[in-house]
């Protein structure tokens, strides 16, 4: 296949992939749920200081990128 032809079809993937992140984070705030205070996310508060490690939004996020590489790897062949 033409070289060209490939690179146009990679940037129209990252750029519909970059949309989908875009209104993602644009409408995120209507969400019944809100990214990284799920339950799960471990937040210690001291008395100067705040940890804050988002396990459950990690993993959430591992697993659906996950997914989407891999139906994106099956399209590829």
């Known amino acids: 296949m033409d070289p060209l032809r490939e690179l146009g079809?990679?940037?129209?993937?990252?750029?519909?992939?970059?949309?989908?992140?875009?209104?993602?984070?644009?409408?995120?705030?209507?969400?019944?749920?809100?990214?990284?205070?799920?339950?799960?996310?471990?937040?210690?508060?001291?008395?100067?200081t705040t940890f804050y490690f988002p396990l459950t939004t990690c993993i959430l996020i591992s697993v659906g990128l996950s997914a989407l590489f891999l139906l994106l790897s099956r399209f590829r062949r």
């Open 9 to 48: 079809k990679t940037l129209l993937l990252l750029a519909a992939l970059l949309a989908l992140v875009g209104a993602f984070f644009y409408f995120g705030g209507r969400l019944p749920f809100r990214l990284g205070r799920l339950p799960g996310d471990i937040v210690h508060k001291g008395e100067h």
